[in-house]
């Protein structure tokens, strides 16, 4: 990218921040930079004053020494006031940029397909949300500060020293971009750099997070000494990548004091020739040499301004890419509500991969009628969790349809789709809230009671009253304050509670023991007509029971009917029946 394309698109990304975000902010907008414009004629006032000054004084004129400090002071309170609120009104008006953005970014977020989070793990996409917008929200803040009101100060400061001495300006403006090319390269440099640690910053968000939260295989596996190297690695990255950006970042402040030493010095040598000709008077001098020095922290600012652009337009970069990203599912030309339910749930040539090189699942068809109860028996990995979150759509088949009452579900409202299937997955996911609420959130309107029958049938009542604080016992992060079982008790019940029309159940009753597994199992057997059921078991027990068995194996269905039926005649699920129950 050349230079003129680099920090073209780094303000059309700007632009095109503002318009899309800022929009709602037009108001403050527009006071912020009111406030601006008065701190910055205020600011200009400053070398006139000193001029005005400067002529009473030598002048020895009495009446108006006693009221220089008058208009002094008046014009720093101004100053002063202008500069709180503009400062204030800047705040708010970045923070709510970035606020937004945090909303609307986690709204799409929610809205990916799962499978979008197996490659974007957890903790580097919460380093978006975080650092990326931290970073973002500073580089909005000094793009308003810098860009509009230093240069208003400038443009103020610049105006004065025209009337101060207009010779003098001109020399001043001809050095000045060559002062700036060199400040102007070094934030050029910055923006890679930066992109770069980000990228590091957000390996070890991820990094943290997935060592927290695997703390308890961290320790009985020994695995500390291993995390801690590779965390220092991790830290040791962020580390370098700072030092480097510090590295560039320091040459901006020497560069630009010594360019601004140069100019001093030229005018110095100008001033003095001139006065000497009687060309200028020492209080213009004056004026002048203190509007130069002013100058100094606006004109330094928006030299070290790019390289803050650049940074943050790095981040931005990283920030649209999670934004343009597209949901696998496609949510918004499905409209039809799915209404009155009644649970057939028709497979039509499905197939689906996660990874392109291998289909998890080929060529499925089958038909589970309204209010059947079908166990799925297979080998790890066969497909069996797979097929079942094809049913509320957490991913879309590669190939083929599924059907939902002879309704093919890609066409139907997501959320109507949802809400009439339940499914208990294979990791128990609880929130950290009390047991009450963890159950409730499947159904918000549900009762106290509907609660506690639901906790009932799911056999999870007689463990949660024995609780000290019963229903109202926080579960802890994920839920860990509980044991396995429990957890699985209280993913069930809030299945139930949802009163689902098609209820999945993926081992769901795994970690049950024998005697709550089958209390469990009776309450499905009582939903028979009512409610479809998908449970996939190991268990003998409830394979044995099973009325209707659909076997997979490497991704296809193998075998589909009744246990007894399959013994007799199907030798896949013979073998695979023999293999996992020898007597
Ligand atoms: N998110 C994923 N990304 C990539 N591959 C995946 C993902 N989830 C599952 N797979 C792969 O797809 C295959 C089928 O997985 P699935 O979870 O459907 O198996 P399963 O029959 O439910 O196994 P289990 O009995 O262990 O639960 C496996 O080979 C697995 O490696
Ligand atoms: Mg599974």
């Known amino acids: 990218m050349s230079k003129k394309q680099n920090r073209l698109s780094t303000l059309l990304l700007y632009l095109k921040l ?9 108001k403050k907008f527009i006071i912020a930079n009111i406030l601006m414009l008065i701190v910055a004629m205020a600011t200009s006032m400053y070398p006139l004053i000193i001029d005005f000054a400067f002529d009473v004084i030598s002048e020895k004129n009495k009446q108006y020494i006693f009221l220089l400090p008058v208009l002094i002071l008046g014009i720093t309170f101004i100053k002063g006031f202008a500069h709180y609120f503009q400062t204030v009104y800047v705040g708010i008006i970045s923070n709510s940029i970035i606020k937004d953005i945090q909303y609307h970014l986690y709204n799409k977020v929610l809205e990916f397909d799962v499978t979008i989070f197996n490659n974007q793990n957890a903790g580097s996409l919460q380093s978006r949300f975080i650092n990326d917008l931290n970073i973002l929200k500073e580089s909005i803040i000094r793009t308003l500060n810098n860009l509009i009101r230093d240069v208003l100060i400038l443009l103020g400061l610049i105006i004065s020293m025209f009337y101060l001495d207009w010779v003098l300006t001109i020399c001043v403006l001809l050095v000045y971009p060559i002062c700036i090319r060199p400040v102007i390269k070094i934030g050029k440099k910055t923006r890679n750099i930066s992109l770069k640690l980000q990228k590091k910053i957000s390996e070890a968000s991820a990094f943290l997070s997935e060592s927290f939260s695997a703390i308890r295989v961290i320790k009985t596996y020994n695995l500390e000494s291993l995390q801690k190297k590779n965390a220092i690695k991790k830290f040791e990255n962020i580390y370098e990548g700072n030092i480097k950006i510090i590295r560039v970042r320091a040459k901006i402040e020497p560069t630009l004091e010594i360019i601004g030493g140069f100019a001093i010095s030229i005018v110095l040598v100008l001033a003095g020739i001139r006065i000497l000709n009687n060309n200028s008077d020492l209080g213009s001098f004056t004026g002048f040499i203190s509007a130069l020095l002013i100058a100094v922290q606006p004109a330094r600012a928006l030299g070290t301004l790019n390289a803050i652009l650049q940074e943050g337009a790095a ?17 918004t030309e499905s409209k039809k509500v799915l209404s009155l339910v009644k649970g057939k749930i028709k497979f039509s040539n499905v197939s689906y991969y996660y990874n392109y090189e ?41 190939k083929g349809n599924v059907y939902i009452d002879d309704q093919n579900i890609k066409k139907l ?12 997955s294979q990791d128990v996911i609880l929130f950290d809230t009390s047991i009450m609420k963890n159950i409730a959130i499947a159904n ?22 024995k609780l000290k604080k019963s229903y109202k016992t926080i579960t802890g992060d ?15 019940a809030r299945a139930l509670i949802k009163q689902p029309k098609i209820l999945l159940l993926d081992e769901a009753t795994s970690a049950l023991d024998n005697k709550s597994e089958s209390k469990v199992n009776k309450v499905l057997k009582s939903f028979q007509k009512n409610i479809t059921t998908i449970i996939v078991a190991h268990r003998l027990s409830t394979i044995l029971e099973a009325k209707r068995i659909i076997y997979f194996d490497k991704g296809c269905i193998l075998a589909d009917g009744s246990h007894k039926n399959l013994m007799k005649n199907n030798s896949d699920y013979r073998e695979h029946f023999y293999s996992v129950f020898k007597k």
Not at 18 to 26: A, E, I, V
């Open 18 to 26: 503002l318009k899309r975000w800022g929009f709602k902010q037009k």
């Open 478 to 492: 994920r839920g860990l304050n509980l044991s396995g079982g429990e957890r699985q008790k209280i993913s069930i």
């Open 413 to 424: 409202h997501l959320k109507s789709l949802r809400e009439s299937i339940a499914l208990v």
């Open 315 to 331: 981040s931005l970069i990283r920030l649209e890419d999670l934004l343009k990203k597209k949901s696998l599912i496609n949510t």
């Open 358 to 398: 291998e289909y998890t699942l080929t060529k499925i068809n089958c038909t589970i009628n309204a209010g059947e109860q079908v166990v799925i028996v297979g080998a790890n990995g066969s497909g069996k969790s797979t097929f079942i979150n094809l049913i509320p759509r957490l991913m879309d088949p590669i």
């Open 444 to 465: 918000p309107k549900a009762s106290q009671l509907e609660i506690i029958e639901a906790s009932k049938k799911a056999d999870a009542h007689n463990f949660i009253i």
